[in-house]
């Protein structure tokens, strides 16, 4: 890919500088992974545009992650550890007790994200695991927040699944053979107040993904727009309704009340 | 890897019904020391599966780190000693090497620097 010649040429620390220059007006930097503390792999997907604008939502909502106070955060597919390292980062004030896992299908990445977390001084759990395999029965409804860089590259779906770095973005037909896999898994972690933060492609139809999360109760915004030569990119934050019966706070138990403030308000106007 | 990840880890082929906790077999391990923090520890507490956490705690040789029996809740509000044991349990003992061993199928998944790897074979799926 064009963009691992370019990262490679050239030297590290102009990539910070750049990506310092873009963020200049929020002074966050020291917040982040830096670039040349990032390991690298021949195998494994470079921080590239995709990761940056991940990452940049994760900071733009960094005061309503901190109100959080999740307890385990997750990352599907980490590739280098840029995104999660971020993350561990810009948490680490405040939020002391927050527990990291980080998931990879290709083995390089793995290593490498443990490689780049090290660099950081900060931790998280890594397993090498096709999406959350083995976790989802124990950690089901326990996952704060998670964080997804899927393989969103619209290719032949028998792309999909190739070992190495193919993993890291050949999405199949529309780019969604593993977002459409992931979405049941998130699911299924997401704690009642967890959060998705989420990487789509407009030839994903981010919009679908949107109504398909809808149905299982979600609602989302989008945090990052951004368009680059190749690609125009949206990070979209999930986050359940509580709309469902055994939430108490439901927007559906407020009508009553509503009704009730409704008709003793119009008593006392004299309506 | 730490035992809070083993705690939460189970193995994932297809129509295993009885695949946790994994055997822990570690051939090399340290202890690293983790910033405390007593809310995360009361928080996490009753979604740990106690035996299991004792029981690779064990394998460590740590006896009597733990009592064989999950103490009440109330209990690790008022006894600091016991909350910083779990705590060593929990999150500063790292398997660098060695495996993970369903307990249904005998499937052996490897750990290697500190990585538990839970690739399925083609079969396995």
């Known amino acids: 890919m064009d963009h691992t010649f370019d990262a490679?040429?050239?030297n590290p620390d102009m990539i910070d500088k750049k990506r310092s220059n873009k963020l200049a007006s929020s002074k966050m930097l020291s917040n982040i992974?830096?670039?040349?503390?990032?390991?690298n792999h021949p195998e494994v997907y470079e921080p590239c545009d995709d990761s940056f604008a991940l990452v940049d939502a994760l900071l733009a909502d960094r005061t309503n992650l901190l109100n959080m106070q999740p307890r385990f955060c997750m990352e599907v597919g980490s590739g280098s550890g840029y995104v999660i390292a971020s993350l561990a980062i810009m948490l680490h004030q405040g939020c002391s007790g927050a527990q990291?896992?980080?998931?990879?299908i290709n083995p390089h990445a793995a290593e490498t994200t443990a490689a780049t977390l090290e660099a950081h001084g900060v931790h998280a759990e890594i397993i090498c695991t096709d999406l959350a395999s083995g976790l989802g029965k124990r950690l089901a409804g326990m996952v704060d927040v998670i964080v997804v860089n899927p393989p969103y590259v619209p290719t032949p779906d028998d792309e999909v699944g190739c070992k190495g770095i193919t993993s890291s973005w050949a999405g199949g037909e529309n780019g969604r053979k593993v977002i459409d896999r992931i979405l049941p898994v998130v699911h299924s972690l997401?704690?009642?107040?967890?959060?998705?933060?989420m990487v789509t492609l407009t030839a994903n139809n981010p919009s679908q993904i949107c109504s398909m999360m809808r149905e299982m109760g979600y609602a989302s915004r989008i945090v990052v727009q951004r368009s680059t030569e190749e690609e125009s990119l949206h990070i979209i934050k999930f986050w359940r309704e509580h709309t469902e019966k055994g939430s108490g706070s439901s927007w559906l138990s407020q009508f009553p009340l509503l009704s009730f403030w409704r008709s003793s308000g119009a008593k006392e106007s004299g309506i | 890897m730490r035992l809070l990840t083993h705690n939460m880890l189970s193995c994932n082929i297809k129509g295993v019904k009885n695949g946790y906790p994994l055997r822990l077999e570690a051939e090399k391990w340290t202890e690293k020391e983790v910033d405390f923090n007593a809310k995360f520890l009361r928080g996490i507490f009753p979604k740990i599966d106690w035996p299991a956490l004792v029981g690779s705690a064990r394998s460590f040789g740590f006896n009597d780190l733990l009592p064989d029996e999950a103490p009440d809740s109330s209990l690790l509000a008022s006894d600091d000693d016991l909350l910083r044991r779990?705590?060593?349990?929990?999150?500063?003992?790292?398997?660098e090497e060695g495996g993970l061993v369903c307990p249904e199928t005998g499937r052996r998944f490897p750990i290697n620097k500190g990585i538990p790897n839970l690739l399925l074979h083609e079969d396995e799926v």
């Open chain 1, 33 to 39: 992974a830096q670039i040349r503390l990032v390991s």
């Open chain 2, 86 to 95: 779990f705590h060593h349990a929990l999150l500063e003992i790292h398997v």
């Open chain 1, 8 to 10: 490679n040429s050239l």
């Open chain 1, 190 to 197: 997401l704690s009642e107040k967890g959060w998705l933060y």
């Open chain 1, 100 to 104: 990291y896992f980080a998931t990879d």
